[in-house]
């Protein structure tokens, strides 16, 4: 038997069954560790004492509105005493650290519930809601698949596919992370995929009022937003201005003063964390982090103008794709919309200032959209190169997010940026790319190239 022969026979098999068995290999990975970690020495062990540390700026957030100190949200000083004293009060190994809310004030409200109760059950709560929000969007994410295509015309969808959906999530990284930290993610997945299940059904008022919910996370919504208004027009930036205008109005009747403190605190914040102390750039998924760590290091210091140089010009190549394809289909549906909205998702990470890798697990919006269009494609024809290096860059992505940080810090490379960054090239090619949509006998919209064309 040659040595390339099991490898060969493994690129033949369907996309699914693959997918399959990377799963099943990840799945066998994360039990593994689950056990190790049970088994390990006490003072090696992970615990849920260690967990939730993210979600302590939140809990800080309630809490100070709960007990009438609003003035004091974006206050360090303040914030760094309150979070030691619940850490050892709750006795969590929370260390020296401390968790700044770098929310909109408005957001502080979703808290101040859960900062009615002890630290751990409304950790706990928080990990409820977050589990029945990601049980929602998981069902949203299968009916984003649609049916299965092929010569027979459209079937029902067989758990095969359906099931890698929930299979691949649940195991994935920025899951893993979210769920750890106690972030805000699983949230943010279902506001997207509401947002993009109105935008594919053309909903565009519907589109705008679900998008403009994300607004408490601007870095999830800013680059989405534009697309999505050039392609659905002026309701959907009705809807955006609604929501947006809304929650703005909340901010400035129910908690005076706290918005000039986010503007202006903010950014000084921000300053104090990843310039005037070393910063952990290998988690930052965006193209300044990746120019960062790499020219400079983890370091505490000024970002340098050629960073800045550096990251301009990839955001200008990146962008500027996006929006040549945004303006040359603004009216677009169907395909060429899925593929529109997958590219602008994907392109979200690398082009603002500040996103953390957790929140990569928005990233299954476009991976949904894109494994949708090859379901309808026939199993026996063959996908076009570019297409075959996208999955291949996003089976990399995925896989690598788990040794990412490690690695980063360790070579000063964000590979993760550079395989997302391909990714998104790719998507946004994809939605350029000149085909011709044909339809079959039972209605399904089908893009043949050119070349297959003629």
Not at 91 to 116: Q, S
Not at 333 to 344: H, K
Not at 352 to 376: N, Q, T
Request: hydrophobic letters at 55%; proline letters at 5%; one cysteine or more.
């Amino acid at each position: 038997m040659r040595p390339t022969s099991f490898l060969q026979s493994y690129l033949l098999r369907p996309l699914h069954q693959r997918l399959w068995q990377g799963a099943f290999a990840l799945w066998a990975l994360f039990l593994t560790v689950i056990l190790l970690n049970a088994f390990s020495p006490p003072d090696k062990a992970v615990d849920a004492h260690m967990v939730g540390t993210d979600f302590m700026a939140f809990y800080t957030s309630g809490s100070f509105l709960h007990s009438g100190r609003a003035c004091e949200l974006y206050n360090l000083d303040s914030i760094r005493n309150f979070q030691h004293a619940t850490a050892t009060a709750a006795h969590m190994d929370f260390g020296d650290k401390v968790g700044p809310f770098w929310n909109p004030p408005f957001y502080a409200w979703v808290f101040v519930p859960l900062a009615a109760l002890p630290y751990w059950k409304a950790l706990t709560l928080w990990g409820c809601l977050s589990l029945a929000a990601l049980a929602c969007a998981l069902v949203l994410l299968v009916r984003m698949l649609g049916r299965r295509g092929g010569s027979l015309g459209q079937q029902p969808l067989g758990w095969r596919y359906w099931a890698l959906v929930p299979a691949l999530v649940l195991v994935s990284m920025p899951f893993v992370r979210a769920i750890n930290h106690g972030q805000n993610t699983l949230f943010s997945l279902l506001l997207l995929c509401l947002t993009v299940n109105a935008w594919r059904s053309g909903r565009a008022l519907a589109a705008g009022l679900l998008g403009g919910l994300l607004l408490y996370k601007p870095q999830l919504v800013a680059v989405m937003a534009v697309v999505m208004v050039l392609n659905l027009g002026w309701r959907s930036l009705l809807g955006l201005a609604l929501t947006g205008g809304t929650l703005l109005l909340v901010n400035v009747l129910t908690l005076p003063g706290t918005l000039g403190d986010y503007l202006h605190r903010l950014p000084l914040i921000v300053h104090h964390f990843q310039v005037e102390m070393p910063y952990a750039w290998g988690r930052q998924t965006t193209f300044l982090g990746f120019w960062r760590l790499l020219l400079q290091g983890p370091a505490a210091g000024q970002t340098s103008m050629v960073v800045r140089l550096l990251n301009a010009a990839c955001c200008t190549l990146l962008g500027g794709g996006l929006l040549l394809a945004g303006l040359r289909f603004a009216r677009c549906t169907g395909l060429r919309r899925d593929r529109l909205i997958a590219a602008s998702v994907a392109a979200m990470p690398l082009l603002m200032p500040y996103y953390l890798d957790y929140d990569l697990l928005l990233l299954a919006v476009p991976a949904v959209l894109v494994a949708g269009e090859f379901l309808h494609q026939n199993a026996s024809d063959p996908y076009p190169p570019a297409d075959r290096w996208l999955i291949r860059l996003w089976g990399l992505l995925y896989v690598w997010m788990i040794v990412n940080p490690g690695m980063a810090g360790l070579t000063h490379v964000n590979l993760g940026v550079v395989l997302g960054g391909g990714m998104a090239a790719l998507l946004v090619g994809r939605t350029l790319r000149q085909e011709k949509v044909v339809f079959a006998e039972d209605g399904r919209a089908i893009a043949v190239s050119q070349a297959q064309a003629a």
